[in-house]
């Protein structure tokens, strides 16, 4: 007996259900190892940007001791040379003070020694007698000689993140799918030519809203400084994170701070922040060519050697 029309269409609706129902899964999408069923957080520019000022006004004063990871090279270049057991403290002070020390692994002698004040920055490095001075803006083309790369105002830029300056423009963008779950705030700057390109990017877990990433960009688009944040924790009553990487892809080196001891809105008394040259030291300016006798050129010595070097 032939099936009417409608029994037909009945059965074939019911067949096809079947085949769904053997084909068809259902997959768990589970962010950062956090329970699926966790929720994700909401916001918009305004709170993104009022997250930001709130934690960057959080922190007057930072006191750290911190297990330091320093790295030679780039994922660019396909390989990384990584510096491991290297004790450090840090120390800052708003605005722009900072003092990072780091001692070599097991004889935990001192490995190098760094002060910036402002614009200027100094270099104490033991090992190779030296007392280097110079600015703390990095040089256009960057110093086959990695420790000429290094300043003080990287881990500055890092440490805390700023907010926008007034003449800048912001926008939001949700950067959620299947294997990530984060809010993205572009900083827009103004380059050469009056062009605009976006200066960085502050990245936000929406699972905690807590900064989780910030990139700096040249106005080329070539990344400055690309920082990630995670494993935040209360320091004095004051959020922040236990973990900083720090990558200069440019200048060829990065480094991964562990922080096993904070102290957050301690006083910190200026002389913290003083680092004169030692006697028997050579006097290196960046830009210039080392003097051949030690102290040739006092620290404070006006008279010293202050050009940019070219490379």
Known sequence: MELRPVTAVVALSCSVLVLASCVARRRVITRNKAAPAQSLLTADKHDLLTLIEKQYKAVDTLNATVDMVPAVGSVIKGKITEYKDVL???????????????????????????????????LFVPSKNEFIVGR??????????????????????ALLVRPPDPQQRTASVDFTDEDNAAYILHILDTGPGSETYIARTVWF????????RQMIFDPKGEILSDARYSDWKAFDGVPFPKVIDINRPKDGYGVVLTLLKVEINKPISDDKFALEQPEGTTLQVLGAKPSTQPNAHPAGDSSAPRKKTTH
Do not use: W
């Open 88 to 122: 450090g403290y840090v120390l800052f002070k708003k605005p722009d003070e900072m003092r990072l020390i780091g001692l070599y692994p097991v004889v935990r002698n001192k490995a190098f020694d760094m002060v910036s004040r402002g614009a200027d920055f100094r």
């Open 136 to 157: 703390n803006e990095p040089f256009d083309v960057p110093s086959p000689n990695k420790l000429e790369n290094m300043r003080p105002s990287v881990f500055l830029d």
């Open 205 to 212: 877990d929406r699972l905690t809203l807590h900064i989780v």
